[in-house]
């Protein structure tokens, strides 16, 4: 079951870059929170330092007492185990084959027996649709079926919180279609708690329960998913509508100047709000669904 993560006043730089600051939020338990933000915003960093992989200067982020920005080695590293985390990148060890990856957390972190994690490893990989495919290495297989395996990976300790970086990147739009709708039904079946950062204006439209955003150096946007694909504030719009016209520019923020020079983009009418996916036949509901 997913536990709440609270983030209070969170400032992280490296050297004298500041990344983010003052960051403030909640992620309720159980619930899916989705992170945008345009490339180089912060948000692997934010990630990092949820999990206590990075030490932001400034705040806390509260897991269930721990502090993850200050906590000790010992308290960090037992706190750890309640998340699980899909890399960016996938991250898979080249030179194991898929079983061996997903089982790799349950060796090293549990004493369970080969067969106790023979039944969980073949259970997270028919969650993610990857059976079948236990002994092949992950540069025997495509794309998607990486980011597949990096999620069931994530997985396998019970994880309490989960963490996605892009788990869209690279996926054809078919795929991505399948990974909103897995998202959605890990949560029924798992009920953790999730962040996922996305560029994908689906999964952002139809997964999440709540949005934020991250733009000059500063968290521009949070609230409930609803709230953000009605937002009119310039940045999410221009975000969510994947539009040139607005404050955010190519390499870095536009300056007032050059906004100023542009024509107002004129938008065609309000769009129907999208529905957000529902987990699939069979699921339970999301705890979302229960609480309301
Ligand atoms: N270990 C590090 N040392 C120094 N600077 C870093 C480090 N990690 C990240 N940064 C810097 O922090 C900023 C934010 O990087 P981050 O990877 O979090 O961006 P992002 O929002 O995830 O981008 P993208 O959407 O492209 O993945 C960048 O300017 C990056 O260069
Ligand atoms: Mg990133």
Redesign the pocket.
């Known amino acids: 079951m997913g536990i709440e993560v609270t983030v209070e006043g969170l400032t992280?730089s490296?050297?004298r870059?500041t990344?983010w600051e003052d960051v403030t939020l909640t992620l309720p338990a159980g619930e899916i929170t989705v992170l945008l933000?345009?490339?180089?915003?912060?948000?692997?960093?934010?990630?990092?330092s949820v999990i206590g992989l990075?030490r932001p200067e400034r705040g806390r982020v509260l897991v269930d007492g721990v502090d993850m920005v200050r906590g000790s080695d010992r308290e960090l590293y037992r706190a750890r185990r309640r998340f699980g985390l899909m890399f960016?990148d996938g991250a898979l060890f080249g030179s194991l084959n898929l079983y061996d990856n997903v089982a790799f957390p349950l060796r090293e972190h549990t004493r369970k027996t080969e067969a106790e994690i023979r039944r969980i490893v073949l259970e997270r990989m028919e969650m993610v649709g990857l059976n079948g495919a236990e002994a092949k290495l992950p540069g025997e297989i495509s794309g998607g079926m990486r980011k597949r395996a990096g999620l069931a990976r994530a997985l396998v300790l019970d994880p309490e919180i989960v963490l996605c970086?892009?788990p869209d990147s690279g996926l054809d739009p078919v795929r991505t279609s399948y990974l909103s709708q897995l998202l959605v039904d890990l949560n029924a079946q798992i009920g953790a708690t999730m962040l996922i950062?996305t560029?994908n204006l689906d999964i952002a439209a139809t997964v999440p329960d709540h949005i934020g955003m991250?733009f000059r150096r500063r968290l521009v946007a949070f609230g409930s998913r609803e709230e953000l694909l009605t937002s009119r504030q310039p940045v999410v719009r221009q975000f969510l509508g994947g539009r040139r016209e607005g404050p955010i520019g190519m390499s870095e923020e536009k300056d007032e100047a050059q906004l100023a020079l542009e024509e107002p983009y004129q938008e065609a009418g309000p769009e129907p709000l999208p529905r957000q996916l529902q987990p699939s036949p069979g699921l339970p509901p999301r705890r979302r669904a229960v609480l309301r």
């Open positions: 992280k490296f050297g870059q990344v933000g345009p490339s180089g915003t912060g948000k692997t960093v934010f990630l990092k990075l960016q970086d892009e950062v560029h991250l």
